[in-house]
């Protein structure tokens, strides 16, 4: 058998009750809390940006703290994994004191945040696995020394969670490509047999993603914030880093990378080096594809979506080869 759905020790009811708990408590759970929520006062030079004022946002608090829950009731949780579980709550709830401030808070502060958060993943990855990285495609194997690695896991952590951050502007969007993303990483892991704990985790997580799609779709009715956008980016590095081939982040996240990394690396260009860097493309690559393309925002997801599921088949393909 090719692919196992999840470990043995998982029994076939749990799988499936895990799987609907989370689906549906996430959606019951953002019918009766999102009015909780702070709302959103719109982004300056966003395209549309007018269009989110007043909507609840934020709710990445919410599915997240779902995926805990049902993490907790239905998947055994090694010492490692319960680790990544907080820090994940951590990037959410400093997420959601942005979200909830009347000043947001400044790109120095959060960027602290998260190299802080990303340094605690370096540390908690490099205990409990050896200081090995694959290459994938050419299948070969490097030992590297744990320092090093320990600051390619911090480069991984903070630049995912940023992107994915920067991604999050489209009704729907930044919440597909995740999905798309987490999903291919899931099947890389069942290719290769490491049908961990995590990749249980993984399920539950893209189904948290969906619970929350049904009331992100467009036209949304709320809206994840930093809370579900940044603690999105984590899980994403972890789950990538976890499958022991940390560069294939850059195929199985490039939407998220193009689309979120393009703009910080114009701004950083610009600050720190002046140097005018894309000066004739609106980023997010989201505004400039609606706003210079025309493009609707269905169009975007789509077209985002279908690039990024083309590029995983191509990875999962490379893979089994």
Same mark, same amino acid.
């Given at each position: 058998?090719?692919f196992?759905?999840v470990?043995?020790e998982?029994t076939?009811?749990?799988i499936?009750?895990?799987i609907?708990f989370a689906?549906?408590?996430t ?8 009015s ?5 006062h ?7 940006g ?5 909507k ?5 608090i919410i599915f997240?703290w ?8 239905f998947?055994p949780?090694?010492a ?6 907080? %820090?994940? @709550? +951590?990037?959410? =709830? !400093?997420g /959601?004191l942005d979200?909830?401030?009347k000043?947001?808070? *400044? ?7 998260d190299l802080?958060v990303a340094?605690l ?8 696995n050896?200081s ?5 495609l050419?299948g ?5 020394p ?12 903070w630049?995912?969670v ?8 489209v009704?729907?969007l930044?919440?597909? %490509?995740? @999905? +798309?993303?987490? =999903? !291919?990483i /899931?099947?890389?892991d069942?290719?290769r047999?490491k049908? *961990?704990n995590?990749?249980f ?12 799609l049904w009331?992100?779709?467009?036209p949304?009715k709320l809206?994840?914030?930093?809370a ?5 980016g984590l899980?994403?590095?972890?789950a990538?880093?976890?499958t022991?081939y940390?560069?294939l982040?850059?195929l199985?996240a490039l939407?998220?990378i193009?689309?979120?990394g393009?703009g910080?690396?114009?701004?950083a260009l610009l600050?720190f080096?002046k140097i ?8 997010p690559l989201?505004d400039?594809?609606r706003?210079?393309?025309?493009w609707?925002?269905t169009q975007t997801?789509?077209r985002?979506a279908?690039?990024q599921?083309?590029l995983?088949?191509a990875?999962i393909?490379?893979?089994?080869g």
């Amino acid at each position: 058998m090719l692919f196992q759905l999840v470990p043995t020790e998982f029994t076939s009811w749990m799988i499936f009750l895990g799987i609907l708990f989370a689906f549906v408590a996430t959606v019951m759970a953002l019918a009766k809390l999102s009015s909780r929520l702070p709302k959103n006062h719109g982004r300056d030079y966003a395209v549309e940006g007018e269009r989110s004022v007043g909507k609840p946002q934020g709710a990445g608090i919410i599915f997240i703290w779902v995926f805990v829950i049902s993490s907790l009731l239905f998947a055994p949780l090694s010492a490692e994994n319960t680790i990544y579980m907080i %820090l994940l @709550i +951590i990037c959410m =709830m !400093t997420g /959601y004191l942005d979200d909830a401030s009347k000043i947001p808070w *400044g790109e120095y502060k959060k960027g602290f945040l998260d190299l802080c958060v990303a340094i605690l993943v370096a540390l908690t990855y490099l205990h409990f696995n050896p200081s090995e990285i694959g290459l994938a495609l050419p299948g070969i194997t490097l030992a590297l020394p744990p320092v090093v690695l320990a600051l390619g896991i911090i480069v991984l952590v903070w630049v995912s969670v940023n992107v994915t951050n920067c991604s999050d502007g489209v009704d729907g969007l930044s919440g597909t %490509l995740g @999905i +798309i993303t987490v =999903m !291919t990483i /899931y099947f890389i892991d069942q290719i290769r047999g490491k049908a *961990g704990n995590f990749s249980f985790l993984i399920l539950i997580f893209a189904v948290c993603i969906l619970g929350y799609l049904w009331y992100n779709a467009a036209p949304s009715k709320l809206m994840m914030g930093d809370a579900g956008s940044r603690s999105m980016g984590l899980f994403i590095s972890i789950a990538v880093l976890k499958t022991g081939y940390p560069f294939l982040y850059i195929l199985v996240a490039l939407m998220l990378i193009l689309d979120g990394g393009l703009g910080l690396v114009k701004i950083a260009l610009l600050r720190f080096c002046k140097i005018h860097f894309l000066s004739h493309v609106r980023l997010p690559l989201h505004d400039h594809v609606r706003k210079q393309l025309g493009w609707s925002n269905t169009q975007t997801v789509y077209r985002f979506a279908i690039i990024q599921i083309m590029l995983a088949l191509a990875v999962i393909f490379a893979v089994l080869g």
